[in-house]
């Protein structure tokens, strides 16, 4: 992947509004759980590729799994 093509990654608040109604609440959980499983579908397909690719054999390690394990723990 190009460098100009990584996605930047979405900083959260910190807080919300302790007025924040909790229908507004309620969409956002929802919303943000949809984005998570959004996020790791293409995560994983990335991974899957990444060990079709044996990726992980340049770093002479012995699996994806390895990898995984050393990269992002």
Do not use: K, Y
Not at 19 to 38: Q, T, V, Y
């Amino acid at each position: 992947m190009e460098a100009s093509t990584i996605p930047t990654p979405i900083t959260a608040q910190p807080t919300l509004p302790a007025d924040l109604p909790s229908e507004h609440l309620e969409a956002l959980i929802c919303a943000g759980a949809a984005n998570l499983a959004a996020a790791e579908f293409e995560w994983l397909l990335a991974v899957a590729e990444f060990d079709r690719r044996r990726g992980w054999e340049a770093w002479g390690l012995p699996s994806c799994a390895h990898w995984l394990a050393w990269q992002v723990s």
